[in-house]
Every structure is written in C-alpha cells, then in structure tokens.
C-alpha cells in the first residue's frame, strides 16, 4: 500500500533570488508493506522541496534528494525521484525475505525534513532519520544542510569561518569544560572514541541565533548507549575567525 500525502507547509524568509522569493513545501510520503505474520514494514518520510523552476531549487533540491537516499537507498541505487526510491525500500525488503525466508523482522525507515534556520543568505535544512534494517538496534542519524540563497551552493565548515583549525581549537576548549576534561587529559579516558584520540569538529554544523551548534551524531565520538553530543559555540567566542 502506498501513499502520497503534500503537506501544503511553506516556509518564506526575506531574501531575494533572481527577484523571486524562496520557499520550501514540506512532502509528506508513505509506503507500507505487510508479512503474513502481520509484522508491517514501514516508510515514512517528510521532504522540504525548494519551490520554483530556477537553478537555484534545483541544485538545492538534487543534494537533498542524495542525502535522503544515502539513508534508504542501497548501493548503485539508480532511484531518480522520492516515489522510486521509497518504493524501492520496501522492494529490498521483499527481495530480503524472499531470499532468507526465516527472516521475520520487519524494517522501518523514518526520515523528517525541516528548514532549521534562516537568513537573508542562508538556509538551513535539518534531515533526522531513523532507520531499522536488522541488527542489534537502529541507526539514528541528524544531517545539516546549508545552501546559500542567491545562487543554491551548499555552505561548508570553511565557509562559515576563516580559520577552521582555530574554530576546532575554540571548540575542544569549551568541549573539554562542558564535560570537566583537564587540559592535560586523554579525551578518550572519558568514554570518547575520538580517531588517536584528537578533537575533531563533527561532520555536522547547525547555525541558530545563539551560535555555531556543533552536532555529533551516535558512533561519532562516543558509543551508542551515549547518543549524540551537542555543544554551542557563541558567535562572541569566533567572531575573529
């Protein structure tokens, strides 16, 4: 069984484009599959589109559309649009099960999309998602994805500061006082997983009205029954780099 359900939710903020505002529609999708043990295998999915038919939607709109099927499309997948990528969540499962027929578990796949931030030249969308494909538990993931406005590019780390090593600096220092780590101590003596024990800024980075918000998803730095780790970094504690 399948839907498709357009939730009529736009998003404006006050930046010019070509002379056109710009606006997100949230997409709401679904997709169910039942077993004959009435176990229900799931899909659902909520997507902010970038609206109007100008590069800078497109482009904004093709790298939401990849991470999302970073998250539920399998290797090679050649899925060109959210209809065939879902279904083809719920395709996999079939196939999964047709060819190991003990299996009994179902798989659930829940991704929401929301605009997080906004600026006059900057937009940024959150995609947090919960899969659950077999394992000892599921894989929850958080993406940030910043687009500059006037010309769709998406904003990276360098981007936002001059001196990324000196923003990784800034950051283990208020990591280390967040969680009462001395300066002459092992991250990682802890409970941190940090790669040879290094601070490392996370590969996701929110920006809100109070800071930078350095996100690091489950398995990042620290084990899974941790969770994620957030921390703050105020614009006055970078506002040189």
């Known amino acids: 069984m399948k839907k498709l359900i357009y939730l009529v939710l736009s998003v404006f903020f006050a930046t ?19 077993v004959d043990n009435n ?3 799931s899909l659902t999915a909520v997507i902010p589109v970038a609206k109007g038919n100008n590069t800078v939607s497109e482009d904004i709109n093709h790298i939401v559309f990849n991470t999302v099927k970073q998250i539920v499309g399998q290797e090679n997948d050649s899925s060109l649009d959210y209809d065939e990528l879902f279904a083809g969540f719920i395709g996999n499962y079939k196939d999964f099960i047709s060819d190991n027929p003990d299996y009994i578990l179902p798989w659930e796949a829940d991704i929401k999309g929301s ?9 940024n969308l959150k995609i947090e998602s919960y899969t659950m494909t077999g394992g000892a538990h599921g894989n929850p ?30 950051a283990e220092k208020s990591f280390r006082e967040k969680n009462n780590i001395p300066n002459n101590e092992s991250l990682n003596s802890f409970g941190y997983m940090f790669d040879n024990d290094q601070f490392i800024l996370p590969q996701n980075i929110f920006i809100n009205n109070n800071g930078l918000l350095l996100f690091y ?6 084990p899974y029954v941790n969770g994620t780790t957030e921390l703050l970094i105020p614009y006055n504690n970078i506002k040189d780099i």
């Open 39 to 41: 176990q229900e295998t």
């Open 141 to 170: 993931n958080t993406t940030s994805l910043i687009f500059n406005t006037k010309n769709g590019k998406q904003i990276f780390t360098p981007d936002l500061v001059k001196d990324v090593n000196k923003l990784a600096q800034i």
């Open 217 to 222: 998803n489950v398995y990042e730095i620290a």
């Open 16 to 34: 010019a484009c070509n002379n056109k505002q710009i606006s997100f529609e949230l997409k709401k999708y679904e997709e169910q599959f039942t």
């Open 115 to 123: 605009v997080d931030y906004t600026n006059a030249d900057i937009v």
